[in-house]
């Protein structure tokens, strides 16, 4: 048997702005989402993942580089350096380990890639402006097929068959990188014959706890926020069915499948709308794996940590394929009864950092800012919704 029938393919996918607690396998109740749990179903769901930062660019980085942004230094969306010469990226780690590669999507790393990168299949969506781009594939009225997410699954099972076709003994990786439920007008560009959910199966905000102003107009906006959180969820529920398009495109007993998000979404939490905070709802993505060599835990969940840079690690070791200088992290497919991850760390800016732990999570900032540093207490499920800041 050669080295390479060894290695499964591998599915990395990849949804922009996924809120974890809009999947059912995470209690949401909003939206339907019925391929994302049956993935977990048959694989492990991360109860406590995080990335490496709540916002595109340097979380995107990280899975790029394996570091994490003091080290990447793509420090925020506004600050989108990446050091040059770091090397292997993903990409070219993964072309060099023998797989045939390809990435279908939105990248959003700055700078873009290059030939030298080593990608077979290469359909970048947009690179840094989803305000002026974003919309190209969006507009309304086009069906599931016809929108981004179905032309990209379109686009992956032409992949599989360039794969086998020209390399027959060669793995394939794919990174399949959706857009939606990102911003912006997801209201109006739903695809064709989808509504958005009826509002009485949308949770309104909680309590404002950020910014003083949203409390003086608290109902004014989580009227707001309910009628666009409609929105959000009927988008999920379409990603949900672009996820089982893809899904349906591989065989489940030679492909490792790792889904997540790059970071959450706010959705009017606190008074704040998307990202670029802290709170779990921004900062926590959904993490799901299944497929060959993942090793089953008791009832299906991971309840230790995971964290940004063990994504690509568990990505990489799947492959065999080398790590950049420096990589961190864990490989997620394997029992952590040994090696338990004892907390996560997350960076945006220059002057933002946060540390969560299963007993609190603390968020520091520059001390000229005008944001209060934030604490929270983790024990025993307490404080979930992160509404009773212990700061002082």
């Known amino acids: 048997m050669s080295a390479n029938a060894l290695r499964p393919n591998v599915l990395f996918l990849s949804i922009d702005q996924l809120r974890t607690d809009a999947l059912g396998c995470y209690g949401g109740t909003s939206s339907r989402t019925p391929h994302m749990d049956a993935l977990a ?42 050091i040059p010469g770091l090397s292997p990226l993903l990409y070219r780690a993964a072309s060099d380990a023998g797989y045939t590669v390809a990435m279908l999507g939105k990248t959003h790393y700055v700078p873009q890639l290059t030939e030298t990168d080593r990608i077979h299949v290469f359909w970048p969506y947009f690179c840094t402006d989803p305000v002026s781009a974003a919309d190209r594939w969006r507009a309304p009225n086009r069906t599931n097929e016809s929108t981004l997410e179905g032309l990209l699954v379109r686009a992956f099972e032409a992949f599989v068959g360039y794969a086998r076709a020209t390399r027959p003994a060669a793995p394939w990786f794919a990174h399949l990188s959706f857009v939606n439920p990102h911003p912006p007008n997801l209201c109006a560009n739903l695809p064709a014959r989808r509504a958005p959910l009826p509002l009485e199966r ?20 989580k009227q707001r926020w309910v009628g666009y959180r409609a929105c959000y969820g009927a988008t999920v529920e379409y990603v949900d069915d672009m996820v089982g398009a893809a899904l349906r495109r591989v065989d489940p007993n030679t492909t490792l499948v790792l889904l997540t998000a790059d970071h959450g979404d706010m959705l009017g939490d606190h008074g704040v709308g998307q990202k670029g905070v802290f709170f779990d709802a921004a900062w926590r993505v959904p993490l799901i794996l299944a497929g060959p060599e993942v090793w089953p835990r008791p009832d299906g969940v991971e309840r230790n940590l995971a964290c940004g840079a063990d994504v690509p690690m568990t990505l990489r070791r799947a492959m065999r394929a080398r790590l950049t200088p420096g990589h961190a992290g864990v490989d997620l497919r394997f029992s952590w009864s040994q090696k338990q991850t004892s907390e996560c760390r997350g960076y945006l800016g220059k002057a933002q950092m946060a540390i969560v732990n299963r007993d609190s999570k603390r968020v520091f900032f520059d001390r000229n800012s005008p944001h209060p540093s934030l604490y929270f207490d983790r024990r025993d499920g307490r404080d979930v919704w992160e509404e009773h800041n212990l700061a002082h």
């Open 202 to 221: 949308v949770k309104a905000p909680r309590t404002a706890l950020w910014f003083p102003t949203v409390k003086r107009n608290l109902d004014a906006w």
């Open 41 to 82: 179903s048959r694989g492990v769901r991360f109860d406590e993942a995080y990335s490496s930062a709540p916002e595109c660019v340097p979380s995107r980085a990280t899975w790029l580089t394996g570091l994490y942004p003091p080290q990447h230094r793509a420090l925020s969306n506004q600050l989108p350096h990446r």
